[in-house]
């Protein structure tokens, strides 16, 4: 077994890496826990030494007591004014994004058979019905076709239970491309609002307090 690690610097993302909104390359990040590389690993994880002291943070959900960001998020409509990234809740209901970031990673070629997996911790952030946060991963070609799509977090949902100074990191399950996967892989973390589905343009504007953050590390391409 052959795997493509990916992990991140402090000066800058890597070479066909992008992102939109607030994103940061840290070594740790304190907010209730501290988030630190390499700390409160889930038991049974490995992290191989190609790992890094920093971290790729989506997001930033510090905020005042009112819940109001100190880092404005960036709003995610499609190009027909809808919310671009959204939860089908399948009954009836479905939460839609307003405001958070992005990471993305472009022209990545995922072999016949390979998979990706990736390391993360979601600093939850709204947590009072119907308004929500949540964590996805997604992997679209070039023509916009969403292949893979995961959404492994959310505020609406139970937190996990932290302990000790850190919060732990957490491996998604490796993620099958059966027959390979040329594209773009993105993670995305959005505040978002329960609504019935289809009523999307009525989503509130206090949708956006008390953002999350995506802690995400060592991304592997595994063959």
Same mark, same amino acid.
């Given at each position: 077994?052959? /795997? *493509?690690?990916?992990? %991140?610097?402090?000066?800058?993302? =890597?070479?066909?890496?992008?992102?939109?909104? =607030? &994103?940061?390359?840290?070594?740790?990040?304190?907010?209730?826990?501290?988030?630190?590389?390499?700390?409160?690993?889930?038991?049974?994880?490995?992290?191989?030494?190609?790992?890094?002291?920093?971290?790729?943070?989506?997001?930033?959900?510090?905020?005042?007591?009112?819940?109001?960001?100190?880092?404005?998020?960036?709003?995610? =409509?499609? +190009?027909?004014?809808?919310?671009?990234?959204?939860?089908?809740?399948?009954?009836?209901?479905?939460? #839609?994004?307003?405001?958070?970031?992005?990471? #993305?990673?472009?022209?990545?070629?995922?072999?016949?058979?390979?998979?990706?997996? !990736?390391? #993360?911790?979601?600093?939850?952030?709204?947590? @009072? @019905?119907? %308004?929500?946060?949540? /964590?996805? !991963?997604?992997?679209?070609?070039?023509?916009?076709? *969403? &292949?893979?799509?995961?959404?492994?977090?959310?505020?609406?949902?139970?937190? =996990?239970?932290?302990?000790?100074?850190? #919060?732990?990191?957490?491996?998604?399950?490796?993620?099958?491309?059966?027959?390979? %996967?040329?594209?773009?892989?993105?993670?995305?973390?959005?505040? +978002?609002?329960?609504?019935?589905?289809?009523?999307?343009?009525?989503?509130?504007? @206090?949708?956006?307090?008390?953002?999350? +953050?995506?802690?995400?590390?060592? $991304?592997? $391409?595994?063959?």
């Amino acid at each position: 077994m052959a /795997a *493509i690690v990916q992990t %991140f610097s402090k000066k800058k993302l =890597p070479a066909g890496f992008g992102s939109q909104g =607030p &994103v940061s390359l840290v070594d740790s990040f304190q907010w209730g826990w501290t988030a630190k590389d390499r700390q409160n690993v889930e038991p049974g994880l490995e992290v191989l030494p190609q790992t890094s002291g920093f971290f790729c943070l989506i997001d930033d959900p510090r905020c005042n007591n009112n819940g109001i960001r100190k880092t404005a998020g960036v709003s995610f =409509p499609d +190009g027909q004014g809808r919310p671009e990234f959204f939860v089908d809740h399948n009954d009836g209901t479905v939460t #839609y994004s307003n405001c958070g970031a992005r990471l #993305y990673w472009a022209n990545v070629h995922v072999p016949p058979g390979g998979k990706v997996q !990736f390391h #993360y911790i979601f600093l939850r952030g709204q947590w @009072n @019905n119907p %308004f929500n946060a949540f /964590a996805q !991963f997604l992997a679209v070609r070039a023509n916009g076709e *969403i &292949v893979r799509k995961s959404t492994f977090a959310q505020t609406r949902g139970p937190g =996990p239970a932290e302990s000790g100074q850190y #919060y732990r990191w957490r491996a998604h399950e490796p993620i099958p491309f059966p027959e390979g %996967f040329d594209g773009t892989l993105q993670w995305v973390v959005s505040n +978002g609002e329960r609504r019935n589905k289809g009523d999307f343009l009525n989503v509130h504007p @206090n949708t956006d307090c008390y953002p999350s +953050g995506l802690a995400v590390d060592f $991304i592997s $391409i595994i063959s």
